[in-house]
């Protein structure tokens, strides 16, 4: 979520929007080159240059060392993303419709063990999972185990 948090940030920004009225799906993992932005799902619909693909996907994927860096609060963005997915939990469990959200989750599709990916929130939680990654994953377990 907070990955989408920032995508949504990154790309209100580009269109001219309010970041609250754009969605972007964002799959993979939460490190660098790892996060996978999905610009061509972006709600509202819309295209984007080459050059502002490039320009997005880096500074998405960049977006945690940018607020590290002294460019933004990476603690108050962990807890916006947090809040968002809270409300989003709730309304699932509320019975709410089509709650979707992208969340890094328990994958056994591939041999990769977790995977950010759109899943439906509803009464029973998780309700559908839409697949896997692997490098930050292991360290992220090492991390962990240390």
Known sequence: ML???RANTFV??????????????????HAGVT???????VKPTCSFTQKEIDYLTDRIQNGGTEAKAGAGSATLSMAYAAVKFADACLRGLRGDAGVVECAFV????????????????????LE?????LAA???????FVRK
């Not at 209100?12 to 799959?27: H, M, N, Q, S």
């Open 136 to 142: 930050s994953i292991q360290k992220g377990v090492s």
């Open 3 to 5: 990955d989408v948090v």
């Open 35 to 41: 996060i996978l932005p999905l610009l061509s799902q």
């Open 12 to 29: 209100a920004e580009v269109l001219g929007l309010d970041p609250r009225e754009v969605d972007v799906p964002v799959v993979g993992g």
């Open 128 to 132: 559908k999972a839409k697949k896997e």
């Open 106 to 125: 328990a994958s056994h599709v591939t041999e990769l063990p977790f995977f950010a990916s759109k899943v439906r929130l509803g009464r029973v939680g």
